[in-house]
Structure formats: C-alpha cells, structure tokens
C-alpha cells in the first residue's frame, strides 16, 4: 500500500541522494501540484468526500456513487477507512 510506497521511495531517495524531504511532504507537494494543475483546491474536494459520506450515511446510494465516480473521473481515487474517508492523486 500507500506505506510501502513511501517507505521504499525514501530508500532509494536517500540512497541515491535524491529525497532531501520526508515522504509526506513529497506526497503532499505532489498532491498540491496536481491540484493547482486540475484548478481544484484541498477544500472542494473535502466537501465532495463529506457530500458522498452524508449521501451513504442517509443511503442514498447512488449519490455516493455518482460523487465517487466525479472524483474518479477527475484522477482521484477514495478510500474508505474506519479513521474517515481518504482521497489520493491516482
């Protein structure tokens, strides 16, 4: 998963000399590029994820699909957690 990745992106940075940032803050500078890219911002996409999380809370189960396959579409995928509900750059 999203753990290994990091974990094995700082290997390979910090051996060849390349990562001089933690992997959060990569992952987060490249979620930020890709937004200013997309002209979306953090906060939109954090009212469509809480949009589509009232949508199954109520079970309007087509509305949390109609938001998730909108997020898709636009290259971000959701991932549901017991902490709450994630989004990540594809």
Known sequence: ???IRRDSLK???EVLGLIQESP????DRKKERWLHGHGLT???IEEKVRLRNLARSEKR???ADRI???LNE?????EDTLGGTLWKVR
């Open 11 to 13: 290997k390979v940075g």
């Open 42 to 44: 953090a906060q939109e």
């Open 24 to 27: 959060e803050t990569f992952w």
């Open 1 to 3: 998963g999203l753990t």
């Open 68 to 70: 998730r396959n909108e």
């Open 61 to 63: 189960w087509d509305e």
């Open 74 to 78: 636009k290259g971000l995928a959701l």
